[in-house]
């Protein structure tokens, strides 16, 4: 049990750090991609601004121009194998280009990204407008062109990719640290739960056993009295058979207790005192069917049983005798009078399949994964009535499991339930084997 909750603990806490890590990695990633382009387009804006006194000259020479001089204002920032400058007129025919970037898109003011037609080049782009004022224009001046600088993004993309890898094996590799430190630290938080629920069981398992005694003495005296009823005043004669009753109930709510807490104590061996025989299971179903159809009768309820082909299990007979009886009492219970109670035996692989069905009160689906809880009712008030102690599910469950079975429940208020067991079968040639078969 404990193991299972430190695993979902250390994955919740795994969880929770990986979705802290994607987001900060993610924060990461973006401004440092943001800032990339934001250096470049600076760069690419201080390049076009640097070529606008040369527009004039491009626009009258053209290449001839830009092939001749060599000492122009952007001379030291252009890098000629990675931008390029393209001078536009103002219907943004091409005038002129420097570099070896050719890009066939119209000039867009502003920066821009454009991918070229064969989707291989990516370049970054910014466009500035010429405008000029010829001597004595009023009012605004004139648009005559275009400057678009433009470089290959193949840098920002290294640059982005090489963050990537570095973010990725980072997380990586904290996650591992804190899954490491996150596992000693649900060791130490789980300590003292452990602690305080072993002892829990110690004291139940004390307390269960120490008070057999005093109930057993109570049982003798009330048996000794009510076996000489001419010593017993007739108005006490009820109390003795209250007391009776009540002393009862007592000693098998302890004896389902110590059951619960050895099975609790040693979950992992098949049953508590070892002896395990090959038993006819369709004939265990048969005594319990048996055992049962006169309180059936007495409901007025419809009890059937198909128990189909002989099938034979390993196990202790008195235990699963319990955990079938439990079931059966259980739907009897509750399934008021007019209803139908069924057990069902089919085979499936190598398991063997019981089901008990009633259409009784059912379970609202918020309480299903209550029903094996001890000490839990589905009607409290009447299975106080009828001396219910809320252990016989959270039993019939602890007997499934140490006979390397299951048990799965289903159910739909005010129309039923099903409880469905599946134990592990002998195979054809009977072998002696208990399957461990665990959830």
């Known amino acids: 049990m404990f193991q299972g909750l430190r695993s979902r603990l250390l994955l919740s806490y795994l969880v929770v750090m990986a979705a802290i890590l994607s987001v900060f990695g ?52 252009f890098n000629r194998d990675q931008q390029s400058l393209e001078w536009f007129d103002a219907k943004s025919n091409l005038l002129g280009r420097k570099g070896f970037i050719e890009i066939d898109v119209p000039p867009e003011v502003g920066p821009a990204t454009i991918q070229q037609q064969d989707g291989e080049a990516i370049f970054r782009t910014h466009t500035l407008s010429v405008f000029v004022r010829t001597n004595g224009q009023a009012g605004p001046p004139s648009l005559v062109g275009f400057i678009r600088a433009s470089q290959s993004i193949d840098e920002i993309n290294t640059a982005q990719n090489e963050l990537f890898g570095i973010l990725i094996i980072g997380g990586l590799l ?9 596992f000693w630290l649900t060791q130490k938080a789980i300590e003292p739960i452990e602690a305080s629920f072993q002892q829990l069981k110690q004291f139940t398992a004390d307390a ?27 108005k006490d004669a009820k109390k003795l058979i209250a007391i009776a009753g009540a ?31 090959t038993i006819s299971l369709n004939q265990i179903l048969q005594n319990s069917f048996v055992l049962l159809e006169p309180l059936a009768n007495e409901k007025k309820i419809v009890f059937k049983a198909k128990l189909g082909d002989e099938m034979e299990i390993i196990g202790d007979i008195g235990q699963l005798s319990r955990l079938f009886s439990n079931l059966l009492e259980n739907a ?35 309480q299903l994964s209550k029903v094996f809880d001890r ?3 589905a009607n409290k008030a009447r299975s106080r009535r009828e001396g219910g102690t809320g252990l016989g599910l959270a039993i019939s469950q602890a007997i499934a499991k140490r006979h390397g079975g299951k048990i799965i429940v289903t159910s739909e208020l005010d129309i039923g339930s099903c409880f469905l067991v599946r134990i592990p079968i002998v195979d054809s040639r009977k072998t002696s084997v208990l399957m461990a078969a665990r959830d």
């Open 375 to 377: 000490f839990w009712r």
């Open 174 to 182: 904290t996650l591992i640290l804190i899954g490491l430190g996150g």
């Open 332 to 366: 009897l219970q509750y399934t008021p009078e007019g209803g139908r109670v069924s057990l069902d035996l089919y085979k499936q692989n190598r398991f063997a399949i019981v089901t008990v069905r009633d259409t009784g009160i059912g379970i609202a689906p918020e």
């Open 247 to 277: 002393t009862l109930q007592m000693s098998q709510t302890l004896e389902d207790l110590l059951f619960l807490a050895r099975a609790d104590a040693d979950p992992d061996v098949s049953t508590s005192d070892r002896k395990l025989t």
């Open 26 to 77: 993610t924060g990461v990633y973006v401004v440092f991609r943001r800032n990339l382009y934001s250096q470049l387009d600076k760069r690419l804006l201080t390049l076009a601004q640097s070529a606008t006194p040369s527009f004039n000259a491009v626009r009258s020479q053209g290449s001839k121009y830009l092939n001749q001089v060599e000492e122009v204002p952007w001379r030291d920032i």
């Open 208 to 234: 269960s056993h120490e008070l057999r005694s005093p109930l057993t003495a109570i049982k003798a005296s009330v048996d000794v009295m009510r076996n000489h009823p001419e010593r017993v005043h007739p």
